[in-house]
């Protein structure tokens, strides 16, 4: 009636160890010309036509018709309002994980989010400012997959980070709200919200219409409409990632009780049938027992289906010689979430290098780090952990250079300046330097310079 | 016979210029589907074929034959035995050069490259890890447009944020090697180089072969199929910014030498016609005198067809009402470089919000900033500085959020988890939360949970 799960059991000890690894780690996301092509269509009437064109979009994939986009903005009063109508116990958790996230990015920006400069011994001056960005809008996902918590992750650093106007944009399929996802904005400091969604919303908020201002980045999750509709407008606006399927990769020694471990996984692998959990471990015995708790918890779960789906195809438990070599095979998936669950997490967390966020010790689910531990949600995914970051402080945040060069250093850096200039055959730009020192030499011809 | 440079004059007083000023922004790069597809027949070939695919490429491109990819590569003795060639003064140049950019860039590490941490009051270690890249490729064009400066410029930086190996990969067309290129890279601790470029060496970058290592992130200008091929390796390695035309936009108060800023509008138009060189002031007076200059100096420089085409085509003398309208037009501009050519740089600082590199004050011309100031000269484009950032430390390290939660920390935190989790219909969330409190309460089941 309930058949074992049929996860993956590889050992590192296996010859054929290394084509089971990669067949793991393997994963495409499969481009789809057809949404592809009607994005491209969307994006380029919304920018055409803005108002009109989100509004009939807007009827046509969330049935919903209103009678122009400003009707379809939600005011600051009506997202405090789905606040103060919260369960108390609820809006209790919101606020709650709210502080914690807020307090959290705020050491983030003291970290690393302030302008520096110094003088050096010629009296140049040089550093960098750092400024928030002007507006930004977060993308919410609507319907079934309505996730608050998103809300915070993406609004709060950007509040932290001093952003001027924060704009949600939300679809809200047959007009039916999610109260929490309202309630969300409202702790988090959004300054307008509007209930579009898909494509649309992305080319309103990109190219800005009438009603519906435009932003300077937009982040936040989406399906694949919303995912390539923000490719696209990459470089008009700024991105955060484009998010593949969610993953953890648990590091385990055996101490942590199994039952633990095996929703940990299921943690995970509930998000999509996509979704990653694997396990390493070098006890044997251990992986047996996470792999009876696996059998024995997952009938009592309401997304079982989900879970056994995404267990069967890309879960795995691993054999591992050593702690060691499992520190070294999670460097090399690189992981999003990965748990240290030992009973010493700071002697593997210095072998580390790389994953989104790393949770140290047994009582560290990745589930409370999904909600309120403070850092954020948002982390590469598929290995991108490799060279990219969660969302921070810093995401909505920029620098500009700052260089202030005295006459004593103009006459110093001049000469280098120049040299190398020739040397490049940019000669306005040598002459540029010459200008400016006490004598100005004779114009050189450069070498590649067609004179 | 050298008739007046027929650049754009406006006056923000005028009715017409706000759709003067829009058509001054105007600039879209035009997509080559034919570019594009030959793209990524190159990068499909490259993965598939690895060094056979390189080698057949750089062929028929660079018209190098060599037995193979190795031969291809430059060694360490021969990058220095560049270096050791070079005229004493130019050599002296570089390496001055080099150590001022990486003395900026190590006080940028220490301003935003550390590692940090805290505890809060339930014993819950948060914070966050900074970590180089293991390994990052280089692109550095070859030909005419050599630039040794960029390679000083991606380099340097990674080498401060810690990056195990930096690999440069440089065209060598008929296999003609640049020297001040090769010693560029000797000065700034790049640790492999192979003479192959376009496409066909982002692929070998992105994906690996047998002799090339596969990379982390790509950096590095490039022409239209580099530029292509580093956004469809995208993902599966990061990349810099896909730069566009390089942009200059003046602030000027009357009070530098009228020549000194046409040289200094020249040096961003000799680029390339497609260049922007911008002034604004609110002295007429100036505009003229900069005008006569323009006039009087363009004959004199070798690149003076291009210097005129990108100024005719793109450049503008812009009147402004007050020096303060004038911050307020570049912050709508967010110009690649901005020179505050005034008596009282400090006070106009303040006002510019969005720029890649600020330039402040008479002598503290743009060329010294592109090679020896200090501060990186790649830098955002295309009004992108709204919302990124120059090429920096921080583009060579990446983050890992740390999280310890303690047993009273679970018991603090389980409930919030939980509540949010059953809220947005993720029980094994709420249940990997509920398992680590002292008492675990029996599981609810979510109003959105299929049972």
Redesign the interface.
Known sequence: MNPPVAIRRLSTAAADFEAAFAELQHWSEATDQAIEERVATILADVAARGDAAVLEYTRRFDALDAPSVAALEIGPQALQAALDGLPA??RA??E??AARVR??HE??RE????S?Q?R?EDG???G??V?P??RVGIYVPGG?A????SVLMNAIPAQVAGVGEIVMVVPTPRGERNA?VLAAAAVAGVHRAFTIGGAQAVGALAHGTATVPAV??ITGPGNAYVASAKRRVF?R??IDM?AGPSEILVLADGST?A??VA??L??Q???DELAQSILLCPDAAYLDAVAAAIDRLLP????RDV?RASLEGRGALVHTRSMEEACAISNRIAPEH?EVSSAE?QRW?PL?????????????????????????HV??T?G???????L?V?DFQ??????????A??AT?????A???Y???????????E??LPAVPP?R??P????
Chains 1, 2 share one sequence.
Not at 413 to 417: F, K, R, T
């Open positions: 116990v609820q958790a919101l709650s994980a307090r959290y050491r983030q970290a690393c989010g302030r520096w110094y050096d140049t001056l040089l960098q400012k400024t960005l002007d079934k309505a996730y608050p918590s929490l300077d980045k470089g606006v700024g484009i009780p039952d633990w929703m940990d299921f943690s692998a509930e998000h009592m779960l309401p997304r879970i990965l997490p967390e580390l290098r790389h994953a989104g966020a790393i949770f140290l010790g047994a009582y560290t689910s990745e589930s409370l780090g999904d909600y309120c531990a403070g850092p954020n982390l590469p598929s991108t952990a490799r060279f990219s970051s969660p921070g810093y920029k620098r500009s250079s700052l260089i202030e060069v005295s006459a250093g103009a850096l001049g000469p280098i300046a040299e190398l200039a040397g490049e055959g940019l000669q306005a730009h040598a002459r540029a330097a200008l400016r114009a011809v450069s590649t310079g067609a004179a």
